[in-house]
Structure formats: C-alpha cells, structure tokens
C-alpha cells in the first residue's frame, strides 16, 4: 500500500469561493414542501404553516441560497396564483409531478419562511408556459419598493418591504423534452427569449443577476451545442449557466458513485470552455459564471436497455398517456415519511465528492443547490427533526470552505472505474487512475486558515497521509476532524446522533508536513491556523 502524498502552496490559487456555493433546492414536489418544511398541524407550525422545528434545523446548518419553486414545476406555474389571500388562490393541476397544487404556499410565505431560515432566495421564474411579461412582472411584484401595480398589490397582500430577491433562473432545464414548454428544438428561440426576459428584469431591478439554462445533463444528445446557441443569444444579458446533474450507479459500487465527481469535472470543464468561446466570439470582457443549481447521486439499479430508441428514452414516458395519472391532492399533515436509501455516510459521501469537484471549479463555479438538500441534511419525519450525517458534512464546508480554492496536489492509490450504463439515458465512460484520495482546499486569509477537506474513496483501506504545507510558514496549529461509520449503513435518527464529527488525535506537523491516517470511507477536515 502506498501512501497518499499531498501538497498545497499559497501560489496555486484557483478563485475566489462565492459564498452561494453551498445552498440547497427545494421544490413543490413530492413531501419536499408540503408535508417536509410546511405541515400546518404541526405543534411546531408557526402561523404560516410553516415547522419550526425545521426552520431552527435549517438556520442552524447556515444555508446560504436555496433555489424556488422549482424545477419541472416551475415550467406550468402562475406566480400570480401564489400570492394574495390564501383561500382565494387557484388550485391548479400540476402536469409536472400529476399533482394539485393548492398553492397554500406562494411567495409571500415563501419569503418569510426564507427569512427565518436566515437564507436568501434563488427564484426561478416560468419560461416554459409564459415569457417575459411574466417574468418582469414578479420582479415588480417582489423587487420595486411601491408605486406602480405589482409592486403595490404587494404591498396591499401584507408585505410592505420588497422581498429583495437577488438570483433569478431563466426558466428550468429548458432543453429537456420532458419541460413543459421545452426549448429543446429551439435553443436560439430561447436565448433571444432569455435576452429580452433579462433586460427586462434587469431594468426593474439593475442589482439582479439571472440564470439562463444549459444541458440539463452532460448526457443530453445535444450537448454541448445546445447550450452554446443559447448563450450566443443573451451573453450581454445574464451572469450565469445553470446547470444540472445527477449521478448513478448501481447498488454496491461505490467506487463508481464516488467517482461521480468525475463526471462533473468534465461537464464543468466543457461548460467553462463554451462561455470563454462564446465570450471570445462576442469580444466580451464579461465572463459568464456557472450556477450548478441541482445536483445529487443516487444508487439505481440497471434498467433494460431498449437499442435503437437513442439516449432520449427517459423523456418518452413523459410524452405518454398516463391513466395512473390522478393528480392527487396532498394532504400536508398526512405524508408518508420519506425515506432515503442507504446509510448515512454513503449520502454524506456521494455528495461531499460532489461538492468538493465544485469547490475545485470555484473560480467559475460560484452558486450550487443540492438537491433534497432540506430534506436530507435535516432530515425529518412527522414528530422530529434531526441532522442526518451530512448535516455536519455541509455545515463543515459551510463554515470553513471560505476564501480562495487551492488546488491540491493528491499522488496516492488509484483504481479504474469501467464504462457502464444505468439505463438508456444514464450512460457512463469509463475512467483510469481514480484517486482514492478525494481532496479540495480553501484559504481563508482572513481568519488565517487553510482547510483541506479530503474523502477516503477505498472501502478497504486506511491510508497514511503526508499533506506538505511548507509554502504556508506560520500555519503551526492545526485540527483534524473526521466523519466515520464502522457501520456503513449505519443512520442517525431523532436522539440518536451516532454519525458525528470527532476529532483524530494521531496526527503530527512537524516541519511544515502533516501526517495523519484517514480511515477507509471517510470524510476528514484538517485545518491549519496560525
Ligand atoms: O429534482 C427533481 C427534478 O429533477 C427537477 O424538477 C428537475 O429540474 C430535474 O430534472
């Protein structure tokens, strides 16, 4: 076995880490909203409707952003329909999720519930149904201080001050056939649509800053092509490519889940690519950000494969008839709890990979939402709520991700991952030389302190570690924290937190070299303070 070399120094800069980079997302969808943040018979339920127990949960984690109301539901949504007195507001079906939605929760409860939780909105606005009238007219409606019409109905349902609400999504993965109102066949159609929709928005509110979509997923035929003709349209207009991603593999192959990050390096990599061609081509000195707003892994079985019917396969169910379909009307104080598959720490884990690929991509990736995110960092069932293992992953990052991403040289152990695909559309190439030590840093100068965040992707084997910080002289003081199951399928539940952050005393610094031992399947912090 040979041990994991790794070297930072103060010269190997990436970017500035945006604060935004660790926000979640939450949809109408499922119990995400009703029935997860919003149970009116809760004995928490503030007068809103609203679980305190949850809120105090999500306060205490720090989430900087979180991405509403969608998603696919956003793409057959009135925003009109969400605000003024509740029970005058339309229930609509919801063709997205073959629900009804009550529209109990709009945008003014959906404010003060983000107030509470002590985060800021990223709304994302309908331009798969409607354009860019709709789009002006609710950055007047929660934007502009008063005076004119949207602006004072606002006012006349309750809120007197603006919500102030500063990210704004151009629509949501607007290339997949599966959207309502999809762009796929026209993806100049909606870059001149994004265009106008922006400026418009902009000349309400000149602080804003909008997202148009890319590739709902690297695997889409289309991209990167697609994307590129959409950019080319509106580069003047907006600040971000947002972009979406969802990584599988099958039962039991971790390697190849946690080697998912891989797969999000590329697609970052071409994005940042197209922007700096479509910059050039326009003589732009702006650079256009990305603004990865959904993300996630998940472990699914293989689905039979159907050759000859292409990689758009997951759409076609979404073309077709549906007798099933009933939308149901949820009842928000009578969900079935939502129960998330695996062990705490493969969830901790899948994702952490996830976020240290963005972390390492920070100086253009600079807003990213988890997906379930609410869900599965404070997890919940009807009676409580209770910080899932990755809680205090995320809050690690939260807190000590901050400052400049450093690039870290890793040397240790690989293995390859072979091609393999889920399912028609879930089609993995293979990779060589997978490190087993997954890393990111960042360089907070503020506060003094160098964060190294690294994952034993082995689930065999403790690696020794010789982490070089000799270009960081003075940085003599350091901690080392990790997150360990012996028990992988191990969860922490209400009064039960098994899952926990403890600190690992074995490691010594001794002439600007750090050597510790990270366990196998961990996930470990080590910060270094003057
Ligand atoms: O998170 C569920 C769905 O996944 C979102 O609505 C959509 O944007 C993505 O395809």
Redesign the pocket.
């Known amino acids: 076995m040979k041990k994991a070399a790794m070297i930072l120094d103060r010269d190997f800069t990436i970017g500035q880490v945006d604060p935004r980079m660790y926000g979640s997302f939450i949809?109408h969808?499922g119990r995400a909203v009703y029935g997860g943040i919003y149970e009116p018979g809760h004995p928490t339920a503030d007068k809103n409707g609203f679980r305190e127990d949850v809120i105090q949960k999500v306060r205490e984690l720090g989430i900087p952003v979180v991405r509403y109301p969608?998603?696919?539901?956003v793409s057959g949504f009135n925003w009109e329909d969400s605000v003024g007195p509740r029970d005058q507001r339309p229930k609509r079906l919801d063709l997205?999720w073959g629900t009804t939605e009550t529209n109990e929760v709009g945008l003014h409860e959906f404010a003060e519930w983000a107030r509470k939780a002590n985060t800021e909105i990223m709304y994302a606005v309908n331009l798969g149904t409607r354009g860019a009238d709709a789009a002006r007219n609710v950055v007047e409606y929660a934007n502009h201080k008063g005076g004119s019409y949207w602006s004072d109905l606002r006012i006349k349902n309750g809120a007197k001050n603006p919500f102030g609400i500063k990210l704004w999504c151009l629509g949501?993965?607007m290339d997949?056939p599966w959207q309502l109102g999809s762009w796929e066949k026209d993806p100049s159609g909606y870059g001149v649509l994004c265009n106008e929709a922006s400026k418009a928005m902009k000349w309400i509110d000149a602080s804003i800053e909008t997202a148009v979509c890319g590739s709902?997923a690297p695997f889409m035929e289309h991209f990167p092509e697609w994307d590129e003709k959409v950019l080319d349209q509106c580069y003047d207009t907006v600040d971000y490519l947002s972009v979406?991603h969802y990584h599988s593999a099958q039962p039991g192959d971790i390697k190849s889940l946690l080697g998912g990050s891989l797969y999000y390096e590329d697609f970052i990599n071409t994005e940042a690519a197209m922007i700096e061609y479509v910059a050039s081509k326009h003589r732009s000195p702006k650079k256009v950000k990305i603004s990865f707003d959904?993300y996630g892994a998940m472990v699914r079985p293989f689905s039979p494969l159907n050759p000859g019917y292409g990689r758009y396969n997951m759409a076609r169910s979404h073309y077709k008839f549906d007798p099933e379909r009933r939308y149901i009307l949820h009842d928000p104080d009578n969900m079935t709890d939502r129960v998330f598959p695996g062990g705490d720490m493969l969830h901790l884990l899948s994702m952490a990979s996830i976020q240290l690929a963005l972390l390492r991509h920070a100086d253009v990736v600079k807003v990213g939402c988890m997906?379930g995110g609410l869900g599965a960092l404070c997890a919940s069932n009807h009676d409580h709520v209770w910080k899932a293992a990755s809680h205090y992953a995320f809050r690690q990052l939260i807190d000590y991700a901050r400052g400049i991403s450093m690039e870290t040289k890793v040397d240790s152990e690989t293995y390859d991952m072979p091609g393999y695909a889920i399912d028609d559309t879930s089609q993995y190439t293979g990779k060589e030389g997978v490190n087993y030590i997954d890393s990111a840093s960042a360089w907070d100068k503020e506060h003094d302190r160098l964060t190294v965040f690294v994952i034993n992707r082995s689930e065999t084997q403790e690696y020794p570690i010789d982490l070089d910080i000799k270009g960081f002289e003075g940085y003599n003081s350091y901690e080392h924290v990790e997150i360990y199951s012996p028990d992988f399928d191990a969860k922490n539940a209400y009064g039960e937190d098994i899952i926990v952050p403890k600190e690992n005393k074995e490691g010594k610094l001794e002439d600007g070299v750090f050597t510790t031992h990270v366990k196998p399947l961990s996930w470990n912090v080590i910060t270094f303070t003057k």
């Open positions: 949809e969808l969608g998603g696919n539901f997205a949501n993965e997949g709902s979406h959904e997906t």
